[in-house]
């Protein structure tokens, strides 16, 4: 089943394309408040579907500065506390230049160097009504070891579909099964954020919800009989 997509202020863009040889899906989420980070977002390399979180900044000249989240320590640090300034963007990998369709730019670090080319796909934008432009589909920064977590936006509905992806096959295995009364989609992260890895066991996720009676997290654990995640508890 489905959540409601309208939270108010999600203004996001979706990408697909090269990063060097290597297919890749991007998706970036901007920001117009806050002296510190900008902009947040989510990459995987398609042979892969691990979802890297990224975070960086807007430059003046509409160029993007962006950094990569690869451990609990930095994600603590960048993601749920939050920078106040722009000095951490010094050495950041992704450099990213907006086209009228899509996006140029490159990888580097201090031994390689990757052109990256993006095609625009979609846009999500929730600020003052809610618009979908194509297909967006959210790459979570909740992750299994074997399983990838994508959110659907679309036009010609105004729910959100989580689709569960096997990382080892790259097909859709499922689609979560989310009560409505979790208000899934309003609640005030990162929409990256809106499904997160639970931290009591390795084959569980958690729904963040919008909801003053069901409670603000929905946990779906992995069956092993079905080869499914279920529904376990709220909390």
Known sequence: M??????GWYRVTNYVGQIGAASVH????RYDFGPGTTVEGSYYYDKHLSPIPIYGLENDDKSLTLCEVHTPEEYEKAIVHGFKNGAYAIGC?????????????????????????LKRVGSLDTTKEVQVVGVVEIPFWGQTERHAFIGSYQASSPEVRVQVVSKNTGMVVQTLDIN???????YMTPIYMNLERSHFH????????????????????????????KWSRNR
Do not use: M
């Not at 450099?95 to 369709?101: A, E, M, N, R």
């Not at 409505?180 to 309003?186: K, L, Q, R, S, V």
């Open 2 to 7: 489905a959540g409601n997509a309208v939270a």
């Open 26 to 29: 991007l998706s970036i989420q």
């Open 93 to 117: 990998p992704l450099h990213l230049t907006p086209t009228d369709d899509g996006a140029v730019g490159e990888w580097r670090d201090s031994r390689h160097s990757y052109s990256i080319s």
């Open 180 to 186: 409505p009364d979790c208000g899934f989609g309003h």
């Open 202 to 229: 390795p084959e569980e996720v958690y729904l963040n919800c919008w909801s003053p009676h069901y409670g603000q997290s929905a946990y779906y654990s992995f069956d092993r009989k079905t080869g499914k995640f």
